[in-house]
């Protein structure tokens, strides 16, 4: 009877235990390891490895779970092979290990990992994230395991099959950038707050005369200022935002055009348009929608599509460009030349127009070799009636480079930036406005200039300024 109190107390305790340990592998888990770091960061110091398969999922669903359980084990064996009795080892969860290393060097860490890479090699890769504690240092046992765990997210988001240190600075900007997808969620959520469009002028190539505008999205952050699409296009296309928010820039951009068409009847409009966007299921009757509430004549509207490897699957997307384009929509492959295409592509595709890239415009003025490609490339889209954009004109001398090949629309810094909607209104659609007029007298610069009748300019100069305008002009421009 005595007995019993005793026994009691040993149940329980190793049913405790039994709550600490991994069934499969044996070792320590997760709640144990917090239990221990916590008691470790106060008397020690050292590194703490967490490290995990790299693609484990997919080795489980290719070879079956017992060999991915097999796996495990292994490992465990490895471990514990070569770790000596300070080392501890724990598995936290899935294919995810922690081993501690209290009063060993980075190099004693880095040595390690390098074992068991190579003991694994013939299995799989692994890809392990470090950060370093000292007693004291005010940090909690799970402040050390969350930054172990960014330097992992890191190891496997820069290419897996390595092991990453953990750096403060590193996880401070992750920690923006975490911080800044929440902001870009809720502006997204209160009705595309922040968000706004600039418009950036489309030339024609054969009178300079105004084409129309491509939409180019802007963020306003209370707290970063502007920031550009660069940045925040991939986090939106990440997280499926996108879609939501290239529904929001179409409908302005299309609304903003049929509102300039009463001052330009023939204003086109381009709208950049997501591969994620594209993936939706109803993404053809959506824009087709968009468009119809509008009243917008389909043939007023551009599609911007980057060509991409998401681009390839070409019949479900040639299909969703057929429906659009029998409503007149023109489909344009965006940053030609840049990514997987080739020419082959624009056969693949059916497109309307091809906007090359800056690069390819970029100086040909004295480079031969881009004169001569793009040359080709304008022929050979010509050839297949698809129109020409350059984009990235900066140079006046790449304009007249470029008047020589006849591309059908021009866009650049030279003719204008991206603008807000009223300023661009105010160069393109005020003529009582000095920018307006000065606008005029550049482009017919450009003009004169690339034809050489210069008798022509100074009558345009004339026309719209007073004689002392006149005079500080040609100091000025010529
Ligand atoms: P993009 O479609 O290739 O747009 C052209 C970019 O080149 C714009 O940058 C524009 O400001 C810039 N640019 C124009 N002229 C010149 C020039 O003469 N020289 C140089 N160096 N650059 C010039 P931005 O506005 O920063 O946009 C960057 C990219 O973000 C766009 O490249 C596009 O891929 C994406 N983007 C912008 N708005 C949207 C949108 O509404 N939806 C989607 N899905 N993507 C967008
Ligand atoms: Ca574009
Ligand atoms: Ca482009």
């Given amino acids: 009877k005595e007995n019993k109190p005793a026994w009691l107390m040993g149940s329980i305790s190793e049913l405790a235990m039994v709550r600490k340990v991994d069934h499969l592998t044996g070792l320590w888990n997760y709640e144990k390891f917090m239990e221990n770091m916590g008691k470790n960061l106060r008397e020690n110091k050292g590194y703490l490895m967490v490290f995990g398969i790299d693609n ?32 501890k080892l724990y598995r936290l969860d899935g294919d995810r290990f922690a081993v501690d290393f209290p009063w060993k060097t980075r190099a004693d860490v880095t040595a390690f990992y390098r074992i068991l890479k190579k003991e694994l090699e013939k299995y799989c890769t692994v890809s392990a994230g470090v950060v370093d504690y000292y007693a004291d240092d005010g940090e909690d046992s799970s402040i050390i395991y ?175 460009f057929y429906e659009w384009k029998r409503h007149g929509i023109k489909i344009s492959i965006d940053d030609f030349g840049t990514g997987y295409s080739s020419l082959s592509y624009l056969k693949s595709i059916d497109v309307d127009e091809t906007k090359i890239d800056r690069c390819f415009i970029n100086r040909i003025y004295n480079n031969m070799y881009n004169y001569r490609l793009l040359s080709n490339i304008i022929e050979l889209a010509h050839g297949a009636r698809i129109q020409v954009c350059c984009e990235g004109v900066e140079k006046e001398e790449e304009l007249f480079s470029l008047m020589e090949l006849h591309p059908d629309v021009i866009q650049g810094y030279l003719f204008a930036e991206p603008y807000e909607k009223e300023k661009f209104e105010a160069l393109y659609m005020k003529p009582e406005v000095e920018e307006y007029r000065k606008r005029i007298v550049q482009e017919e610069r450009f003009r004169c200039l690339h034809s050489d009748d210069l008798q022509r300019f100074y009558g345009v100069l004339n026309s719209n300024y007073r004689q002392r305008d006149i005079l500080k002009n040609t100091r000025l421009g010529l």
């Fill in 146 to 320: 969350q930054y172990a765990e960014s330097a992992l997210d890191r190891a496997k988001k820069e290419g897996k099959d390595q092991i990453v240190f953990f750096s403060f600075e590193d996880y401070q900007k992750r920690l923006e950038q975490i911080q800044f997808q929440d902001e870009l969620k809720m502006a997204v959520k209160e009705e595309f707050h922040g968000f706004y469009l600039c418009y950036q002028p489309q030339i024609r190539g054969e009178d300079l005369s105004i084409y129309g505008a491509e939409a180019l999205i802007r963020y306003k952050s209370p707290w970063r200022g502007i920031v550009s699409p660069m940045e925040f296009i991939p986090f939106l296309e990440q997280n499926g935002l996108i879609c939501r928010v290239g529904e929001w820039v179409l409908r302005t951009a299309i609304e903003q055009c049929v509102r300039w068409r009463k001052y330009i009847p023939d204003f086109h409009i381009s709208v950049n348009i997501s591969y994620v966007q594209l993936r939706q299921e109803d993404i053809t009757d959506r824009v087709l929608d968009i468009l119809g509430e509008s009243g917008l004549p389909g043939n007023a509207l551009t599609l911007e599509v980057t060509e991409s490897m998401q681009l390839q699957d070409y019949s479900y997307f040639n299909k969703i």
């Fill in 56 to 87: 484990f999922k997919n080795i489980n669903v290719k070879n079956g779970r017992t060999f991915g359980n097999r796996l495990l084990k292994t490992i465990v064996n490895i471990l514990e092979e070569n770790s000596d009795r300070f080392t």
